[in-house]
């Protein structure tokens, strides 16, 4: 079989885990990615941010199993890019923006929207059955040593889908 391209982006738990759950459908940055295709999820090791997080959103953890920090945890699509803008900015005719104001309340707890931040739009989450041991940190790349065989572990365990 044919492994697909993908990337990775590295993401602070309990956000990572949120995405491959499904429960958290758009990551914000303060850049923009021209990728549009699969990204493996990669839970970097916690921090300060991770253990107030999961405090502060707990509804939304109420039926996530584990953690599994300093492990790539599964995969989503990545669909789409959206500058954020609220309607005063409008006028300037972004090719491609995400108005503030028609943002879910559940993803606006789950990403800091501020304006001129960028909304990466996400489709078709899958946890991995068995995380597979990857450190890095909170950043996205590309290629890089090592990726076909953690693809190739990763189909070989099986995706779970979300549902």
């Known amino acids: 079989m044919k492994m697909p391209e993908v990337r990775v982006l590295s993401m602070w738990d309990p956000w990572a885990t949120l ?7 758009m990551e914000t940055r303060p850049k923009p990615t021209n990728w549009r ?3 493996l999820i990669q839970a970097t090791n916690w921090n300060k941010h991770s253990a107030y997080a999961c405090i502060s959103l707990k509804e ?5 199993h584990g953690f599994t920090p300093g ?3 599964g995969s989503v699509e990545c669909m789409d890019c959206l500058q954020i803008t ?4 409008t006028f300037l005719q972004f090719d ?3 108005d503030i104001f028609s943002v879910p309340k559940q993803e606006l707890e789950l990403g800091d929207y501020a304006v001129g931040r960028y909304a990466w739009v996400f489709a078709n989450p899958k946890r991995f059955r068995a995380p597979i041991k990857h450190t890095g940190t909170q950043s996205y790349y590309g290629r890089y040593k090592g990726v076909t065989e953690i693809l190739e572990a990763a189909y070989n365990t099986h995706f779970e889908k979300n549902i």
Do not use: A, E, P, S
């Open 86 to 89: 609220n309607h005063i900015d």
């Open 96 to 98: 491609k923006h995400l």
């Open 37 to 39: 295709g699969i990204y």
């Open 60 to 64: 939304h953890l109420l039926d996530v």
């Open 19 to 25: 995405v491959v759950y499904g429960k958290k459908q």
């Open 71 to 73: 492990h790539i945890i």
